[in-house]
């Protein structure tokens, strides 16, 4: 007996049917999806206050093509060795957060579309204040948007509406007092990690203050020329001042740069003009 070749076309309208029937009766007649909004804007993307400079303002841009409300907020961040990033609800007593010495206005924005709408920050620190750095993060979030007369659901017609939040956040930083920030890059190794290559190294910081970074690995042959070849660089790396360390892998296209000679591991300050070394070191290749 020869195999029917419609065999698998009429078992796909079948079932096709079967699933059309069934969503009539048990399926919401209409589910919308409000995922084409676009992130707020916001420049700059760091606000630091040191020195005596007590005001800055950011500028929250909507770049959609409807108006949006915008809910702004000062929040606690924290980050573990690895960079990874959580809101905290209980700081422990030795987080030094920025919300109590920070006061801005507005607190809503409504922002009609291509649009912006200016933040301002000013800073008040008691005489008292200890030397350190405060950190907190401005964050901006979309309230979602009221419902019109039409939007009214009925009985005969449910309609399920999901709505994605982009929530966006920036550094705001208040650098009290003098210190001098210090990275020291610790031996690296080389490590796989789904069929990519990495040098793996620790970054250890020293100082008051947080680092904003760019960490560049290069190999220098061993072949008696000075030439440093560039191999991999990550950019915009941070250790908060609470932290001490931080595990960074630089990713490492061709293995074979890292058969002769010295690796170097430079860490740049972003935050500086001439982006002036934070740290260096040289390690033997083994």
Same mark, same amino acid.
């Not at 093509?65 to 990033?85: A, F, P, W």
């Not at 031996?187 to 190294?201: D, H, I, M, N």
């Not at 560049?216 to 908060?240: C, D, H, M």
């Given at each position: 007996?020869?195999?029917?070749?419609?065999? #698998?076309?009429?078992?796909?309208?079948?079932?096709?049917?079967?699933?059309?029937?069934?969503?009539?009766?048990?399926?919401?007649?209409?589910?919308s999806a409000s995922a084409n909004d676009?992130?707020?804007?916001? @420049?700059?993307?760091?606000?630091?206050? +040191?020195? %005596?400079?007590?005001?800055? @303002?950011?500028?929250? $841009?909507?770049?959609?093509?409807?108006? #949006?409300?915008?809910?702004?907020?000062?929040?606690?961040?924290?980050?573990?060795? =690895?960079?990874?990033?959580?809101?905290?609800?209980?700081?422990?007593?030795?987080? /030094?957060?920025?919300?109590?010495?920070?006061?801005?206005?507005?607190?809503?924005?409504? $922002?009609?579309?291509q649009g912006w709408q200016t933040v301002?920050?000013?800073?008040?620190?008691? %005489?008292?204040?200890?030397?350190?750095?405060?950190?907190?993060?401005?964050?901006?979030?979309?309230?979602?948007?009221?419902?019109?007369? &039409? &939007?009214?659901? #009925?009985?005969? #017609?449910?309609? !399920?509406?999901?709505?994605?939040?982009?929530?966006?956040?920036?550094?705001?930083?208040?650098? =009290?007092?003098?210190?001098?920030?210090?990275?020291?890059?610790?031996?690296?190794?080389?490590?796989?990690?789904?069929?990519?290559?990495?040098?793996?190294?620790?970054? +250890? %910081?020293?100082?008051?203050?947080?680092?904003?970074?760019?960490?560049?690995?290069?190999? $220098?042959?061993?072949?008696? +020329?000075?030439?440093?070849?560039? !191999?991999?660089?990550?950019?915009? !790396?941070?250790?908060?001042?609470?932290?001490?360390?931080?595990?960074?892998?630089?990713?490492?296209? &061709?293995? @074979?740069? /890292?058969?002769?000679?010295? !690796?170097?591991? &430079?860490?740049?300050?972003?935050?500086?003009?001439? @982006?002036?070394? /934070?740290?260096?070191?040289?390690?033997? /290749?083994?």
């Amino acid at each position: 007996m020869k195999p029917n070749p419609y065999l #698998n076309v009429d078992l796909k309208i079948t079932l096709v049917i079967s699933w059309i029937i069934l969503s009539f009766f048990y399926m919401p007649a209409s589910v919308s999806a409000s995922a084409n909004d676009k992130a707020v804007l916001i @420049a700059p993307t760091r606000v630091i206050f +040191e020195g %005596r400079t007590r005001a800055a @303002a950011v500028k929250l $841009i909507n770049p959609n093509d409807i108006e #949006n409300t915008y809910k702004i907020s000062l929040v606690s961040i924290r980050m573990d060795e =690895h960079g990874t990033r959580s809101e905290v609800q209980s700081p422990d007593p030795e987080e /030094l957060f920025a919300q109590s010495l920070i006061r801005f206005s507005p607190r809503r924005a409504t $922002i009609p579309a291509q649009g912006w709408q200016t933040v301002r920050l000013m800073v008040k620190k008691p %005489r008292d204040l200890p030397e350190g750095e405060y950190r907190s993060q401005l964050k901006v979030s979309p309230l979602p948007k009221q419902k019109g007369p &039409d &939007d009214q659901q #009925n009985t005969e #017609n449910i309609s !399920i509406s999901i709505d994605i939040v982009f929530n966006v956040s920036i550094p705001v930083i208040i650098r =009290h007092g003098k210190s001098d920030v210090r990275v020291t890059p610790r031996t690296p190794r080389l490590v796989v990690k789904e069929g990519q290559y990495f040098l793996e190294t620790l970054l +250890e %910081r020293e100082g008051k203050f947080s680092v904003f970074a760019d960490v560049r690995a290069f190999v $220098i042959p061993n072949t008696g +020329e000075k030439q440093k070849n560039l !191999i991999s660089e990550i950019k915009g !790396i941070s250790i908060y001042s609470q932290n001490q360390t931080q595990q960074v892998l630089l990713p490492i296209k &061709d293995k @074979a740069a /890292l058969t002769n000679g010295l !690796i170097e591991i &430079d860490i740049v300050n972003r935050e500086k003009e001439n @982006a002036p070394l /934070l740290g260096s070191k040289q390690f033997d /290749l083994d």
